[in-house]
């Protein structure tokens, strides 16, 4: 069996949306006045961490389960913890940078990370981005509807974290067009991964649980590692209360488009 053309095309157009998607998005939010931006992006990072934990444990989790058989169960808990502390050695290496909350914590003195990253951000995004196209051709092998709501979960974390890095790079002294321009040509890395997991996985079916597996781990790390501890820095019942019930409509949003109403149930 080999990874039918259609599949890869689609694959393609699904992660450059996705990246041509957040880059426009992002390249319109940094126009925004900053106490716009204050306001959206900490709310932006609440939702985005409610759509990764929706898709990595109601989707990518159960999904590897089922298509490798209750039998593989332990190796793919195995594959979630190595995932994990692989993308933990990575970002210790300061290859990841998802600090989306950085440049916008409402905390005081959160600006510490701003003046020193530069450029350095961009290799680390792009290597996250073509993971995260990976991520995207995992799901739609499993099936499309997947990699619909999986494509969701990326552009709802990406938003922010690109808007995060846009102005990190304004910041550094970089001109404008230019870091909208690097910005975008980092996000439509995605298609690297995407297409090239897709011939892959399409030609090697088996392997498809475990890169369900390891993209479940990719997904939380990203949500627990990176985002819940910005979340963590807006103090207040009523911000705590606020940052739950966006994080639900986060799942939500997911659940609902992995399983659309009137849809076939069960999968
Ligand atoms: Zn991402």
């Known amino acids: 069996m080999s990874a039918s053309p259609a599949t890869v095309i689609a694959v393609a157009a699904l992660t450059g949306g996705v990246g041509l998607a957040s880059a426009l998005a992002a390249s319109v939010f940094i126009a925004l006045p900053e106490a716009a931006r204050r306001l959206l992006v900490p709310r932006l990072v609440s939702f985005a961490t409610g759509t990764l934990l929706g898709a990595a444990l109601l989707g990518f989790l159960p999904e590897a389960i089922e298509a490798a058989g209750p039998g593989r169960s332990h190796a793919l808990g195995a594959v979630v913890l190595g995932g994990l502390l692989l993308f933990f050695v990575l970002e210790k290496l300061v290859l990841w940078r998802h600090s989306h909350d950085d440049a916008y914590a409402e905390a005081p003195g959160g600006d510490g990370h701003r003046h020193a990253v530069g450029p350095m951000i961009l290799w680390g995004d792009g290597l996250h981005n073509v993971v995260d196209g990976v991520v995207i051709a995992a799901a739609y092998l499993s099936h499309p509807g997947f990699g619909v709501a999986t494509a969701l979960a990326v552009f709802t974390h990406e938003l922010p974290q690109e808007i995060g890095d846009i ?101």
């Open 167 to 267: 102005g990190i790079l304004l910041h550094s002294g970089m001109g404008r067009l230019r870091a909208l321009g690097l910005n975008l040509l980092v996000s439509v890395a995605a298609v690297l991964g995407g297409v090239a997991a897709a011939w892959a996985l399409g030609t090697a079916l088996a392997v498809l649980p475990y890169a369900l597996a390891f993209a479940a781990a990719s997904l939380l790390y990203v949500a627990v590692a990176d985002l819940i501890p910005g979340l963590h820095r807006h103090a207040g019942l009523g911000r705590a209360v606020e940052q739950l019930v966006l994080i639900l409509m986060g799942v939500a949003v997911i659940w609902l488009t992995q399983h659309p109403a009137g849809g076939a149930g069960g999968a």
